[in-house]
């Protein structure tokens, strides 16, 4: 079982960080069908891991839905803030006012995202217990620890 976690941990963050548009909200049709293909996939992952009965997994789903659709906000503000940063930087030293507005985006991200963390754990502490919901988080963060190891790859240290 974990080995299988494993093996689509690194699909799914392969896959979306191996065509940057996913993350920039680009709406082709083989880029459509790879969006939904990586969703399956870490749908599967999360059922696989979770354990629900039937009567929970009728509850947990529409909720989990939801939070990946609010999530998928924050990502395509991340892949943004990605491309502002790199324009910025590739034209030489940032100026003051772009970088604090770059670092408050990222401020307001992280408030966001952690948000959104607490109001859906809230939810769904209603419809699966507390251990379970822990659980989920903890799969989530898991998969966004690999995500962000990802993009921190990609933002240069040096001119």
Known sequence: MRALFQKLLVVLVIMMFATPGLVLGAA???MEILAEKIKADKKLLVGINMSLTNEEARDFWPLYDAYQKEIQSV???IGRLIV???EAYAKGPIPNDTAKKIRNDVYALEEKELRLKRTYADKMEK???AWKVMRYMQIESKIRALVRFELA???PLTY
């Open 153 to 155: 790859q990609r933002i």
């Open 75 to 77: 990502n395509r503000e």
């Open 28 to 30: 082709t049709t083989d």
């Open 84 to 86: 502002e940063f790199s």
């Open 127 to 129: 419809v699966i217990p």
